[in-house]
């Protein structure tokens, strides 16, 4: 007797537990956790998502710079939270490379991913030039001649991508690394490298600008360089984008994950928000479950393995 009401209590006792998560989550103050510094591109996003996201949870959200590593100390630091919900981090396309460098302890399952918000292509950008004017004449010319191509960050995402983009065009380049997005591009408008591989938000400065850039194909769409080649356009598999979004420390409940899902949905029809992502110059595109982790899957296959690749190297 005593056993079948222990059972009947433990059964009685599972769904109340889900119903205390809905009812108490969030009851404290959320924190957003940015694997780098205040003012550029990842936090912005944060913050920009921080208004409407207290606004959805009826709690204060916080948004908190800890950089270091190229996003291994914030992620890190992320990680050694209760995966409670009450701790979430920014997720983008570093987080695959940092465990391809494998400069760090953790991996990409370590974490849940909530959601994607955002993304952002990359792109071809390269000097003017009489050698090319498409991405045909200059796969043409780079097989005639090796062109240099350079990129933000030994290991960064952009270095991968250059290196996937070398790779699926078959042209023979030489990568050359720079400390960021700008100075990259700088060294291209001054004539030291042929070309970058950047997001069009950290290359539209340089395109736009006289004697400037030329931009010849892009992994997406993009609202600022909307008239770009599309790599599928040439039948280039080639539609990887960078993205943020919000992850936890693996292990939260799927009842507060579904919490999170509903205020996101909120949170990101908010109009100073929709218009803090257009100034950023990236595209809203919302993801939740599955779509989300066939998305998160596609990247950690790409971008790890050729991280590897690389690192080898």
């Not at 409670?84 to 991996?107: H, I, S």
């Not at 974490?111 to 955002?118: H, K, M, P, T, V």
């Not at 390269?126 to 030994?154: C, H, I, K, Q, Y």
């Not at 270095?159 to 990259?184: N, Q, S």
Request: overall charge negative; some cysteine; proline content about 6%.
């Amino acid at each position: 007797m005593l056993k079948k009401t222990l059972i009947a209590a433990s059964l009685v006792a599972l769904p109340c537990h889900a119903v205390w998560a809905q009812d108490s989550f969030p009851s404290d103050t959320v924190t957003i956790i940015v694997p780098y510094s205040a003012g550029g591109g990842t936090d912005n996003f944060a913050r920009a998502l921080e208004r409407p996201l207290e606004k959805a949870f009826g709690t204060n959200v916080v948004v908190r710079n800890v950089s270091g590593g190229g996003g291994a100390v914030g992620y890190t630091q992320a990680l050694a939270a209760e995966p409670d919900g009450y701790t979430v981090t920014v997720p983008l396309n570093a987080l695959y490379t940092l465990v391809g460098m494998g400069n760090v302890a953790f991996e990409v399952d370590d974490f849940d991913y909530i959601a994607r918000i955002a993304t952002e292509p990359y792109t071809l950008t390269l000097v003017e030039s009489d050698r090319w004017s498409d991405l045909d004449s200059f796969v043409a010319a780079a097989n005639e001649e090796p062109v240099t191509l350079g990129f933000a960050g030994v290991g960064s995402s952009s270095h991968i991508m250059t290196k996937a983009i070398v790779d699926a065009l078959g042209v023979d380049a030489r990568l050359v690394p720079y400390d960021g997005a700008a100075t990259a591009a700088a060294a291209a408008l001054g004539g030291h490298i042929d070309g970058v591989v950047l997001q069009p938000s950290d290359a539209v400065a340089a395109i736009e600008g006289e004697g400037g850039l030329l931009p010849l194909a892009a992994t997406a769409p993009s609202k600022l360089l909307p008239d770009v080649t599309l790599f599928t356009d040439r039948g280039i598999d080639l539609t990887t984008s960078q993205w943020r979004g919000i992850a936890a420390p693996a292990g939260v409940d799927p009842e507060i994950i579904a919490i999170w899902e509903e205020a996101l949905k909120e949170a990101v029809q908010d109009e100073p928000f929709q218009q803090a992502i257009d100034n950023l110059g990236v595209e809203l595109a919302p993801a939740y479950g599955e779509e989300l982790q066939a998305f998160v899957q596609k990247g950690e296959d790409l971008f790890v393995p050729l991280t590897k690749t690389v690192s080898a190297q």
